[in-house]
């Protein structure tokens, strides 16, 4: 059983491009998290997907980051006009349902540049 | 969400047992306790969570206190491998965030050989 896969692992971007990251969550799980982590922080929320649905994207910037998760096909967190501040470690997670007792698996991350 | 309080750092050898500690004074009665690690240039990785009794798994044991305001993790015999950030994270049993885990800055554990 494979586990959490995101791509690229490493996204090098131009101040103002656009970054999408992708997360195919492990087989059988849908519910899928976006946790963010800044250089020398620690992990922090982002949003919370269901099939379709965004249930909580509390943690999320208003502006420019959006996240969706399709029927069909992997999550994808969308960055637009890329700013060097967006640099950072991004990692999905996924879990077969929602309630804290739920272990969270974690992909590899995406590592972001912007130069 | 409880505050934790975990050391920045500690140092073990190979082979020897190894206790994390973490405070959680603030926690709720019914918040579960968690803990994650994440090894250099990975995700965090589930270790193990408990709510009240001492747990176990292939990884570790939890020892939880039983005012349940610290807790333990016991890794039995550290490896090379185990060379991690450690993450102690309390977690709501309810309400409308209890999948959103709050990480703290966590333990950085060295393992010599």
């Known amino acids: 059983n494979a586990g959490v896969m995101q791509n690229p692992r490493h996204l090098v971007r131009r101040r103002g491009q656009e970054a999408r990251l992708r997360c195919s969550p492990m087989k059988g799980h849908s519910h899928v998290y976006w946790y963010r982590q800044l250089p020398e922080e620690g992990l922090k929320f982002m949003v919370y997907l269901q099939k379709e649905n965004i249930i909580d994207e509390s943690g999320m910037p208003k502006e420019r980051f959006s996240a969706e998760f399709p029927k069909e096909g992997p999550s994808i967190l969308r960055i637009q006009q890329v700013v060097r501040g967006d640099s950072a470690a991004y990692f999905c997670?996924?879990?077969?349902?929602?309630?804290?007792?739920?272990?969270?698996?974690f992909g590899p991350g995406t590592r972001l540049t912007v130069l | 969400d409880a505050k934790t309080t975990q050391p920045n750092s500690m140092e073990s050898n190979e082979e020897e047992p190894v206790h994390l500690p973490c405070n959680h004074s603030?926690?709720?009665?019914?918040?579960?306790i968690h803990w994650y690690r994440q090894l250099p240039s990975q995700g965090p990785e589930y270790v193990i969570h408990?709510?009240?009794s001492n747990v176990n798994n292939r990884m570790a044991s939890l020892a939880i206190a039983e005012d349940r305001k610290s807790s333990t993790l016991i890794l039995h015999r550290a490896t090379l491998r185990d060379a991690a950030v450690y993450y102690c994270?309390?977690?709501?049993?309810?309400?409308?965030?209890?999948?959103?885990?709050?990480f703290g800055k966590g333990t950085l554990l060295t393992v010599n050989p």
């Open positions: 408990g709510l009240t």
């Open positions: 994270i309390p977690t709501p049993n309810s309400g409308g965030s209890n999948y959103k885990l709050t």
């Open positions: 603030t926690i709720s009665g019914t918040d579960y």
């Open positions: 997670a996924s879990s077969p349902g929602p309630f804290s007792y739920n272990e969270q698996f």
